[in-house]
T-cell receptor
Framework: EAGVTQFPSHSVIEKGQTVTLRCDPISGHDNLYWYRRVMGKEIKFLLHFVKESKQDESGMPNNRFLAERTGGTYSTLKVQPAELEDSGVYFC????????????????FGPGTRLTVT | GQSLEQPSEVTAVEGAIVQINCTYQTSGFYGLSWYQQHDGGAPTFLSYNALDGLEETGRFSSFLSRSDSYGYLLLQELQMKDSASYFCAVRSNYGGATNKLIFGTGTLLAVQP
């Protein structure tokens, strides 16, 4: 079974530019989450999709961040325009719906996208 | 607010036992998870406690006391490959969602020969 994949693995952009991160969850996982880890700090929740619907976007920092999940499969996270404080590692995670399978506290994480804004 | 406290670093020797504590203050608590992360890679799930008590999975065990808002991860028979960062994370529905994870700042475990 393929795991969660993320693209790109690294991205270096200048302040003011736009970057789009992509996440492909494990096939059949309806829950998809985005998290971010800024250097030395905790991994912080950004938002949660159930299929194509945004269930919770309370962690999104501001309106420069836009997440989509077309058709309930892969998801994209766009940062426009990027600022210096957006630098960090962006993780995507997925999990099955509770009713079908999976352990409640388990999410499957991708390897992350390391974003550097200069 | 939501916060989880863990020690920042722990050092132990091969073969020893180490305990990583986690205290939390969160809303909408469903359970406490533990994740391992090697060299900034993908966090991987270790264990989950929804009820008070001890859960054992091989060399790793996790404990939860909901009345004390406290849990710990116990690693036995430490191996060099256990050197990694360990995160406690509360599964929360704070804000209306379910299954959101609120992470602690992580504990860097260094296993020495």
């Amino acid at each position: 079974e393929a795991g969660v994949t993320q693209f790109p693995s690294h991205s270096v952009i200048e302040k003011g530019q736009t970057v789009t991160l992509r996440c492909d969850p494990i096939s059949g996982h309806d829950n998809l989450y985005w998290y971010r880890r800024v250097m030395g700090k905790e991994i912080k929740f950004l938002l949660h999709f159930v299929k194509e619907s945004k269930q919770d976007e309370s962690g999104m920092p501001n309106n420069r961040f836009l997440a989509e999940r077309t058709g309930g499969t892969y998801s994209t996270l766009k940062v426009q325009p990027a600022e210096l404080e957006d630098s960090g590692v962006y993780f995507c995670a997925s999990s099955p719906l509770q009713l079908t399978s999976g352990r409640p506290g388990e999410q499957y994480f991708g390897p992350g996208t390391r974003l550097t804004v200069t | 607010g939501q916060s989880l406290e863990q020690p920042s670093e722990v050092t132990a020797v091969e073969g020893a036992i180490v305990q990583i504590n986690c205290t939390y203050q969160t809303s909408g608590f469903y359970g406490l998870s533990w994740y391992q992360q090697h060299d900034g890679g993908a966090p991987t799930f270790l264990s989950y406690n929804a009820l008070d008590g001890l859960e054992e999975t091989g060399r790793f065990s996790s404990f939860l006391s909901r009345s004390d808002s406290y849990g710990y991860l116990l690693l036995q028979e430490l191996q060099m490959k256990d050197s990694a960062s360990y995160f406690c994370a509360v599964r929360s529905n704070y804000g209306g969602a379910t299954n959101k994870l609120i992470f602690g700042t992580g504990t860097l475990l260094a296993v020495q020969p």
